[in-house]
């Protein structure tokens, strides 16, 4: 459905000297510089698929998904959605997409929301009898009946959100992009949107790519994800895989009922272990063991614990996918890894 | 055309409400100029009378003050946002909540443009007019209506503003450039104000810089449908400007649509 090969994008920017006489001096001669956006992005999405787009502030995902979706022109590489080409002949691509910003809205502001999607109904062609059908749908999904009538500059973050995805969906777009749909919203309200997605995805096939910073959602919508960094990919694939792959820390928790004994455990030395691939907290009470599992195996760190001393309390986590991707945009993986 | 006018429609349906909804705002917008009208009107009373002439340059006194009110009149109907709401969407990446969208970028502004002007013909455009035909009765005693200078003056008017429609959004677009365009925004309706007759006429410049403003774009904006209206063009003067008009509209509808192609490949959506 979606291919991106080697897609690169790259901006002027003007550069500007600081103070007054760097301001005047680049009005007059303006210095400019290369700024690489994306570079060399690849990858390709099935029908039917959600792909989930990540990657710290700034790396590039808004970028890409501007370029799929017709708004920019990629520098050079190449992408094809559906069997056309974005850029080109835009007007024609676009009736078969659906857009969600989620810091824009693509809703009439000052007008009832209702009137946004008489003007959505007629751009896009869509005739009665369908509109109504959908119309029936996205309500019964997005639950809008409450605010149809009500001036767009009324309603709150969560339900102008709900408005604009179903804008984004009213001419049953084969591929639907939501840039950060859940930004600024509650709990409760996420909790919708998700869900709202996912039945959108089942009831046409539709395919769904979002770029998020909430790993809720990726770990509750998404098949796949794509993670970014500085215009890289650094990650292609499923969660259960960016788990095993990186996922490597476990957390061993015990209290110890022989505090002495406890404390001639030496991790290093039985495992030969460095520093990169234990940390031990001791506040006293909570022993806490945070270890590479690729280096040392759960159960050959228990049965040593256990054998060096008795505890009253023990347990194993599993390391989350939080913590994995806070990991990977701190020390900056290269795309090779 | 007719899937044009159905898939535009709905814009104009838009601004009409939109237009709606501000009009207390545009009231007080309209009645700031008003104020201004009678000052224009007032310091050449003051001329007039002075002078002691009872033409001056072709004008007579009524003639003149017919020419401010229709000037203001026909600056305020053909009025066009599109600089501004154009150069704003550039400024803050709104734009590209339009280019998502499969429909042309100008016709849209274009047409919800026009549901915006029709309210503000409505509110205006009878009340002015009869008070302009009004004071021409009371003070020269004859009924100087002419029927087809007010039908010509219409057809000039809808000339007038697709011209500063088109005119605004190309100067919009350099917005790409200067990413703001409130300053120079302010200094162009200046220059567009004076070079087309909006607050001397034209027929006052000296003849050859009156001859070359005569033939720039500005002249078709104010200067022109006043001219007829007033009754002070013959029929090949008459057919000769509207034909100019036409010339200039065709040239910014060109000329838009060139610079937006070029913009939309190097385009860079500010702010996220």
């Not at chain 1, 056309?84 to 809703?107: A, D």
């Not at chain 2, 959004?169 to 300053?183: D, E, M, P, Q, R």
């Amino acid at each position: 459905m979606i291919y991106v090969e080697n897609l690169r994008k790259e901006f002027k920017k003007v550069v500007k000297e600081p103070g007054l006489k760097g301001s005047i001096k680049s009005f007059f001669k303006p210095k400019n510089e290369i700024i690489t956006a994306v570079d060399d992005i690849s990858f390709h999405v099935p029908k039917g698929e959600i792909l989930g787009f990540i990657g710290p502030n700034g790396a590039g995902k808004s970028t890409v998904i501007k370029m799929l979706t017709g708004i920019l022109t990629p520098t050079s590489g190449k992408c094809e959605i559906g069997g056309q080409i974005p850029y080109k002949n835009r007007k024609n691509y676009v009736k078969e997409i659906g857009v969600v910003f989620g810091q824009r809205t693509q809703l009439w502001w000052d007008l009832a929301l209702r009137e946004t999607y008489t003007v959505l109904k007629e751009i896009y062609e869509v005739d009665d009898e369908q509109y109504k059908k959908r119309m029936a749908f996205l309500n019964e999904v997005l639950e809008l009946d409450s605010f149809i009538t009500s001036p767009v500059r009324t309603l709150s973050l969560g339900q102008r959100m709900r408005a604009d995805i179903a804008a984004s969906l009213l001419h049953s777009p084969k591929v639907l992009f939501l840039d950060e749909p859940t930004i600024g919203l509650d709990v409760v309200v996420k909790d919708n949107i998700r869900n709202a997605i996912k039945a959108i995805n089942e009831e046409q096939q539709t395919t769904v790519i979002l770029t998020t910073h909430d790993l809720q959602d990726v770990e509750n919508l998404c098949d796949r994800i794509v993670m970014i960094d500085k215009g890289n990919k650094v990650f292609d694939g499923g969660i259960g895989e960016l788990k095993s792959k990186y996922g490597q820390q476990r957390e061993l928790k015990f209290v110890p009922t022989d505090f002495k004994a406890a404390e001639s455990l030496d991790y290093k030395r039985e495992f030969n272990l460095t520093d990169d691939d234990i940390i031990i907290e001791n506040d006293g009470h909570i022993i806490s063991v945070t270890f590479n599992s690729d280096k040392v195996s759960v159960e050959k760190m228990l049965s040593y614990t256990l054998s060096v001393t008795h505890v009253n309390d023990i347990n194993v986590s599993d390391a989350d996918i939080e913590e994995i991707i806070k990991d990977i945009y701190k020390s900056g993986v290269s795309p090779s890894a | 055309m007719r899937k044009i006018l159905r898939i535009y429609k709905p814009f104009t349906h838009a601004g009409f409400l939109l237009a709606a909804q501000y009009r207390v705002n545009f009231i007080f917008f309209v009645f700031g100029d008003i104020i201004r009208c009678f000052i224009s009107y007032f310091l050449w009373h003051a001329v007039f009378t002075s002078g002691g002439n009872n033409t001056f340059m072709g004008f007579s006194e009524v003639d003149m003050t017919v020419y401010i009110f229709i000037s203001f009149l026909t600056g305020i109907v053909a009025y066009s946002d599109g600089s501004y709401i154009v150069g704003e969407e550039i400024r803050d990446g709104n734009i590209a909540m339009r280019l998502i969208k499969p429909i042309r970028f100008d016709l849209a502004f274009l047409f919800q443009e026009l549901g915006e002007r029709t309210v503000t013909a409505m509110i205006i455009f009878v009340p002015m007019m009869a008070g302009v035909e009004i004071y021409k009765f009371v003070v020269t005693g004859a009924v100087g209506f002419n029927i087809w200078c007010f039908l010509l003056y219409l057809v000039s008017l809808i000339l007038s503003y697709l011209i500063n429609f088109y005119f605004n959004v190309c100067y919009g677009y350099s917005a790409f450039v200067l990413k703001n365009l409130w300053g120079s925004n302010l200094l162009k309706e200046c220059i567009v104000n004076f070079l087309s007759g909006g607050i001397v006429p034209l027929a006052f410049m000296p003849a050859g810089l009156g001859f070359v403003l005569n033939l720039l774009p500005f002249a078709s904006l104010t200067y022109i449908p006043v001219m007829i209206y007033l009754g002070m063009y013959d029929v090949p003067t008459i057919l000769m400007s509207l034909g100019l008009q036409v010339f200039w509209l065709v040239f910014f509808i060109f000329l838009q649509r060139i610079i937006w192609n070029a913009c939309v490949r190097r385009m860079s959506v500010q702010g996220g």
